[in-house]
């Protein structure tokens, strides 16, 4: 490979999709760049890679120079909701700050739409190591929403920077007119600020009227063909709130006995990342305390970071969840289709370690991101909501 890179210069790189030959000296360009410490086990297990590739509506691009890929970035589309990830980027380090990356990603986008007429969101998530990832998706037109603090892992703790296309079919369908609670108006604003949406008007939701149950004693299980089974079961009897997780399956939950109450949740056991999926609930159960216990038993588990997608329009149920001690840390306008609209949603998370910024660089509203997060954190934990 070094004979590769001392005559780069006479070689011509060449972007195609990536095949299952092609899957061993993929994940040794992952390996190699992150020295074994990238988290998502889709470029690194070849059974999830072969996994990943199976899906029609996933696809892998990569950069190739003398037979040799040298920059590599996976899309997966969701034809129910219009919306696309790119995620996994990842470029050889003698390559960088050459635009290899931002030539792999424009013609991944390009493929996209060509094959995928209707995408109407593409989003990704960004390292802040250096802000050279940040200027890239912004040249690409990607526009800023928010950040994730500690969201993963690697040698050190990372946080993200989440960036969308949102294209205008998105923006025209969004569901505009609804209260949103407070505590997300200053968040809200740097997000219309960049996407130039209207205002929306605010509300402090008053707390419930009536006594709500405790939750019971949860326990949990791992078996993740039952967990798969049970958790679509209930989504299509549509028996389950907080569903909306694109891009994430479920592989634990957290049940009471009667399975009346039920936490599905996605954790990543090598770097302790984890989403609350959805939930079933067959009584009014306090949602707050429920959070709050399930956090308890997740944190057992290894996690260090949760995250939860609340839907914008629920002031209440966005209650419930500042109040068990998650941070809205990201605004996703127009996130979700339902039939002729399409619904915000806010990105809300716990972490249980010390906020870690000796890495990060964020760039222009990134900062003002994560001033916003910093500021809600501190009324949250040190001057309690006063």
């Known amino acids: 490979m070094n004979d590769v890179f001392e005559n780069s210069n006479k070689l011509e790189i060449i972007h195609r999709p990536a095949q299952a030959k092609d899957f061993f000296a993929i ?3 992952y390996y190699e760049t992150y020295e ?3 988290p998502d086990p889709t470029v690194r297990d070849f059974n999830c890679m072969h996994e990943f590739m199976s899906h029609e509506e996933n696809f892998w691009f990569m950069a190739e120079l003398g037979g040799r890929p040298i920059a590599s970035v996976l899309i997966s589309y969701e ?47 960004t390292r802040t190591v250096n802000v050279a990832a940040q200027a890239l998706t912004e040249k690409l037109g990607f526009k800023k929403l928010g950040i994730f603090p500690n969201v993963h892992k690697t040698d050190v703790f990372e946080t993200h920077c989440l960036a969308a296309i949102i294209y205008p079919e998105a923006i025209k369908k969004r569901k505009k ?7 997300l108006a200053p968040l809200y604003q740097l997000v219309q600020e960049e996407l ?13 009227s009536k006594s709500l149950i ?75 305390e429920l959070l709050q216990e399930s956090c308890k038993i997740l944190r057992n588990l290894g996690a260090r970071y949760i995250e939860i997608l609340v839907r914008a329009d629920k002031p209440k149920i966005v209650s419930s969840v500042i109040d068990a001690s998650f941070i809205p840390s990201a605004f996703f306008p127009a996130m979700q289709k339902k039939e002729n609209e399409r619904l915000d949603f806010v990105v809300m998370s716990r972490t249980f370690e010390v906020l870690d910024l000796n890495n990060v660089q964020l760039k222009g509203r990134y900062q003002e991101f994560w001033e916003q997060y910093y500021h809600f954190w501190k009324l949250k934990f040190i001057h309690k909501g006063h």
């Open 214 to 288: 405790k939750p019971d004693a949860l326990e949990v299980i791992s078996a993740l063909n039952f967990v798969l089974f049970r958790f679509n079961e209930l989504k299509m009897a549509n028996k389950i709130i907080f569903s909306f997780f694109p891009f994430h399956e479920a592989n634990i939950v957290l049940t009471n006995a009667r399975q009346s109450q039920e936490v599905f949740c996605y954790l990543n056991e090598k770097d302790g990342y984890c989403t609350i999926m959805g939930i079933h609930l067959e009584e009014e159960i306090n949602y707050c």
């Open 196 to 208: 130039g949406l209207p205002s929306l008007e605010w509300i402090r939701p008053e707390a419930p």
């Open 27 to 29: 994940a040794e360009l």
């Open 177 to 183: 007119n609804y209260l949103l609670h407070h505590s």
């Open 36 to 38: 074994g410490t990238y």
């Open 79 to 125: 034809s129910e909701n219009l919306l696309a990830k790119a995620f996994g980027a990842v470029v050889n380090p003698k390559f960088r700050g050459h635009g290899v990356m931002e030539e792999l990603l424009a013609t991944a986008i390009e493929h996209l739409n060509q094959n995928y007429g209707s995408v109407e969101i593409i989003y990704s998530t």
